[in-house]
């Protein structure tokens, strides 16, 4: 099954606007990563945060991280058209396996 | 350059026609996964495989087998292909699994008629 879950599944906001995705995940975990996916194509890393770290930071990207409340959110400011693209959370399993979430479509219109 | 390589990109074929897709990467890296990614499911993983000769099951394997006899390759076979098969796939690698950053190849697009 699946290990974390994006909120919401689709979002659209207008060039400039904030975006923030969440992530809720089940069992304890080391890490938590954010991925991108173009349409269609491989995914690519975009931040990993440590269960010991509480936020995170990369250029326009914030990512905050709450152990207590198995959670995770993903802020991308100043959005732009080219920030469209669906957003994976993944988390490390017992034996350093990962799992992904279903995604959050993000639509930034310009 | 640092990548995944997967084939092929896309393939057509016909049920219960043997078929296998390659994943190749690089990087040396020890952990490698096969995913399925179906709209509105997100990414599914088939098969993981933590280094060489150690594979093992992910979420929906049936219908799917692995190798991992070099631990650069880590081939996805369907021994048996079927229409609901159909679907996108993805071959991932990290150096140490769920740890480090994880690069994809870029897919391979296969339908099952």
């Known amino acids: 099954s699946q290990q974390g879950e994006e909120d919401p599944q689709a979002l659209s906001i207008q060039e400039g606007e904030n975006a923030t995705m969440n992530c809720s995940y089940k069992?304890?975990?080391?890490?938590l990563q954010w991925y991108r996916q173009n349409s269609g194509r491989g995914l690519v890393h975009l931040i990993l945060?440590?269960?010991?770290?509480r936020e995170k930071h990369s250029g326009r990207l914030r990512v905050t991280l709450d152990t207590s409340k198995k959670s995770s959110s993903l802020l991308i400011t100043a959005s732009r058209a080219a920030d469209t693209a669906s957003y994976f959370c993944?988390?490390?399993?017992?034996?350093?396996?990962?799992?992904f979430g279903a995604g959050t479509r993000l639509t930034v219109k310009p | 350059e640092a990548q995944v390589t997967q084939n092929p990109r896309y393939l057509i074929t016909v049920t219960g026609k043997k078929l296998t897709v390659t994943c190749s990467q690089n990087?040396?890296?020890?952990?490698m996964s096969w995913y399925r990614q179906d709209p509105g499911l997100g990414l599914r993983q088939i098969y993981y495989?933590?280094?060489?000769?150690?594979?093992d099951k992910g979420d929906v394997p049936e219908g799917y087998k692995v190798s991992r006899k070099e631990k650069r390759n880590f081939p996805l076979i369907l021994e048996s292909p079927s229409p609901n098969q159909t679907s996108l796939y993805f071959c991932?690698?990290?150096?140490?699994?769920?740890?480090?950053?994880?690069?994809f190849g870029q897919g391979t697009r296969l339908t099952v008629v």
């Open positions: 945060i440590r269960s010991n770290e």
């Open positions: 069992t304890s975990i080391n890490n």
């Open positions: 991932a690698s990290s150096l140490t699994g769920g740890y480090t950053e994880a690069f």
């Open positions: 993944a988390t490390d399993l017992e034996g350093n396996d990962m799992r």
């Open positions: 990087m040396n890296h020890e952990y």
């Open positions: 495989s933590m280094n060489v000769e150690v594979t």
